[in-house]
């Protein structure tokens, strides 16, 4: 079975993932906690579909890696960004754990403070797996 289409797939679970926990932070300040709650979980529910398919899709390519053909400064910004994306994303889904567990015990304080450093590497994972997409798949043919 090709599954060539799951990379742009994923860009959009992404993608969902990234308004999904803007919209739940925006819920949590205004003190909404059903609505926020709900956001949440369903924001770790597409990034754990993105993490499933991510993995079909390396399953089904024996693992390999897609190449950057970029060159120099470009090569090395690429490399930086892919780095501090795979090194945070590995924290991710500890992280996600932990605080809907610490949530839905009602252990808001550390919830909260969890949050402040999770909600912000999340984020980042989200946003730069999009980026980390549109440079392999849609601006790399142009570099060579």
Known sequence: MDLAFLPSVNAALNAVAAALLIRGRQLARRKEIDAHRRVMITAFAVS???LVL????????????????????????YLALLASHVLLAMTV??????????GLRKRLTAHRR????????????SLTGVTIYFVLYHLDPWLY
Not at 54 to 77: C, D, I, Q, S, W
Not at 97 to 102: A, D, G, M, S
Not at 114 to 125: D, G, S
């Open 48 to 50: 754990s579909l993105f």
């Open 54 to 77: 991510y993995v079909a899709h390396k399953a089904a390519r024996n693992f390999e890696n897609t190449p950057f053909h970029g060159e120099g400064l470009a090569r090395l910004a």
């Open 114 to 125: 969890l949050a402040r450093v999770a909600w912000p590497i999340w984020m980042y994972v």
């Open 93 to 102: 889904p500890v992280l996600a754990i932990t605080l809907i567990v610490l």
